[in-house]
């Protein structure tokens, strides 16, 4: 089992920035890849970024430029950095991870809400 905390969202004017976190604990040992995937109102979730062990990183083509993925394996945290925001990334931010023996698991979502 994994669990996952995420913090860090909020509101932001549209061009600011915001910076997600993700803290897993549990069986960190068997994660392969970690994500981000965001839900706006009346939209399917969609994969944002994600990273795998060895660092390889994939972005939707929307945020490309704009927002890094990360993680630190010594604090087991995943992030998120997202700069010139757009009202168009306001949605619900989960993260997620699939571990080695393909299990996925998420966590409870952070609010992100970009103002025009």
């Known amino acids: 089992q994994v669990q996952l905390v995420e913090s860090g969202g909020g509101l932001v004017q549209a061009g600011g920035s915001l910076r997600l976190s993700c803290a897993a604990s549990?069986?960190?040992?068997?994660?392969?890849?970690m994500g981000w995937y965001r839900q706006a109102p009346g939209k399917q979730r969609e994969l944002v970024a994600d990273i795998t062990n060895g660092g390889s990183t994939n972005y939707v083509q929307s945020v490309k430029g704009r927002f890094t993925i990360s993680r630190d394996n010594a604090k087991n945290t995943l992030y998120l950095q997202m700069n010139s925001l757009k009202p168009e990334d306001t949605a619900i931010y989960y993260c997620n991870v699939l571990t080695l023996s393909n299990n996925l698991y998420w966590g409870q979502g952070t609010q992100v809400t970009v103002s025009s």
């Open positions: 549990g069986s960190i040992f068997s994660i392969f890849t």
